[in-house]
């Protein structure tokens, strides 16, 4: 194939990358230190014009295009071998407007970017738990975090975006214009275009918010375990919860016998006035006789970067899964338990999303993200250091998945792909009753499917 580079470049702002530069191994690099490939060009958009100008060189020129937002999807689809990465990494400018509780945040921002401008007004948007997570893949694939039971999903409060589409025209998305786009764009992932800006709804946050931290023995899991599932569905909105089968930490407040040893925590953060948050987690606390105990009230800021530790770029590999389920029986818990124990990797863990509230008051038809009628989301983390390891970290993911399938409704969470080997079968499972009308809309926006390193819905 013969293209020539040169063009692209005058036709850009930013820069263009390519195996010659210096730089390359550095921009190539994505989150996941499992992914290794080699892109043609890496374009490094510096504004809308020069995402319209790749896309369009990518479709004359026939390669493979790839879009990274944050470079944190765990599939590593932000960066493909052989073609073009639409990279936003460089657009990350987040606009506040405090009065009216609207922010605009350019299509390569992360989470930190969006949660440092919105607390220096008192606010949060509904995004995710770890700050360098992107918020364009996030937002496009649904998005929960500490807020999600009390405000929704991340796509939820999507209320415009500025779009690329295939053809390279540059479109707004909204109630007003383009409200397919918009429907599409609540949970259809990077299907339809290229998202260079995401406008927001935020809400009175903080600064400081109490959150329950709780570490217990192993032996005491079974019965931690149980503990959590009874109490999640009596909790208000303002609550949101995570059981976790971990390895412990290696942490001083954690005693040293059991660092890298299987423990449950109970994590959960309160939204609204510390005093209340205290008072409504007690049942938490007071359960059982801890081996560490990190509660406390804290900024919320502190609370969306308390995970960031566990999770570094390129150092580790990782590969995840989900499921969704309407009840935890206790042979699933069991199931659990042993599964963690098994786990080859003394950084990987398993986890129990509380579900409800708010997120699940949006009908399944209201967004395209789907039905949001499960009580809890089962996300298995596989994270490990050595490519060695590869094979045996990764069956033990897809053991836990096929073990617990069975009890589950059967559908992911499609930002929590593993590698999408389930192919177009998990990505209509988990549209259900959406799928028809995503595939007609992706045939008006994309009808060659230029954008198909995603949860990729074939047009009709
Ligand atoms: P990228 O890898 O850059 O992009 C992923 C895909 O999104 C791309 O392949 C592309 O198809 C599409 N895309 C990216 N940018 C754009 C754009 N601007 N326009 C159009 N399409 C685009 N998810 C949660 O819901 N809650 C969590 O708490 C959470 N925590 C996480 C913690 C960590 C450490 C990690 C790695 C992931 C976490 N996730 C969480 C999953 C996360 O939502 C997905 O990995 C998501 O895809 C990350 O978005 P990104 O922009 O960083 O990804």
């Not at 500025?162 to 998305?173: F, L, N, P, S």
């Not at 299907?191 to 009175?204: D, H, I, L």
Request: aromatic content about 10%; overall charge negative; some cysteine.
């Amino acid at each position: 194939m013969s293209y020539e580079v040169s063009q692209l470049r005058g036709a850009v702002r930013g820069a263009v990358i390519t195996p010659a530069d210096d730089s390359y191994d550095k921009v190539r690099a994505v989150w996941n230190g499992m992914i290794d490939r080699r892109p043609a060009i890496i374009v490094r958009c510096a504004d809308p014009s020069d995402v319209a100008a790749a896309i369009r060189f990518a479709a004359d020129n026939g390669l493979p295009l790839a879009v990274r937002g944050g470079g944190h999807n765990v599939s590593g689809n932000a960066i493909v071998d052989d073609g073009l990465v639409v990279d936003l990494s460089g657009m990350r400018e987040v606009h506040v407007d405090a009065e009216r509780r609207r922010v605009r945040a350019a299509g390569g921002a992360t989470i930190g970017d969006v949660d440092a401008a919105t607390q220096r007004a008192g606010l949060a948007v509904p995004l995710g738990l770890v700050s360098e997570t992107g918020i364009a893949g996030l937002t496009l694939g649904g998005g929960v975090g500490w807020l999600r039971r009390a405000y929704g999903l991340a796509c939820d409060n999507l209320l415009a975006a500025e779009v690329v589409t295939a053809t390279g025209e540059i479109v707004r998305a909204s109630e007003d214009e383009n409200p397919n786009l918009l429907w599409a764009l609540r949970g259809g992932g990077g299907n339809f275009g290229v998202v260079t800006s995401f406008e927001y709804c935020a809400y009175p946050i903080g600064p400081d918010v109490h959150l329950t931290l709780v570490f217990h023995p192993w032996r005491d899991a079974p019965r931690a375990m149980r503990h959590y599932r009874d109490w999640a569905p009596s909790t208000p909105d303002e609550v949101s919860a995570l059981g976790v089968l971990w390895h412990a930490p290696p942490i001083d407040e954690i005693p040293a016998e059991y660092h890298h040893e299987p423990v449950f925590a109970f994590a959960a953060m309160h939204l609204g006035e510390p005093a209340d948050g205290e008072r409504e987690l007690a049942p938490l606390r007071e359960f059982g006789d801890p081996i560490a105990n990190l509660s406390g009230t804290m900024p919320y800021l502190e609370v969306q970067q308390l995970f960031d530790e566990d999770y570094p770029a390129h150092e580790l590999r990782y590969y995840w899964k989900s499921l969704y389920f309407d009840r935890l029986d206790d042979t699933t818990l069991d199931e659990l338990a042993e599964l963690n124990a098994a786990s080859p990797s003394p950084h990987s863990n398993i986890d129990l999303w509380q579900l409800g509230g708010a997120m699940s008051r949006v009908g399944a038809d209201e967004t395209a993200f789907g039905d949001r009628s499960a009580s809890f989301m089962i996300g298995i983390e596989a994270n490990w250091e050595n490519a060695a390891d590869d094979d045996a970290n990764i069956a033990w993911a897809r053991r836990v998945f096929d073990t617990l399938q069975p009890r589950s409704t059967g559908t992911e969470y499609l930002n929590f792909p593993g590698f999408y080997e389930n192919g177009s079968d998990g990505v209509r499972r988990a549209f259900g009753a959406n799928y028809e009308r995503l595939a007609k809309l992706k045939k008006e926006y994309d009808p060659t499917n230029l954008f198909r390193l995603n949860q990729n819905i074939e047009p009709a």
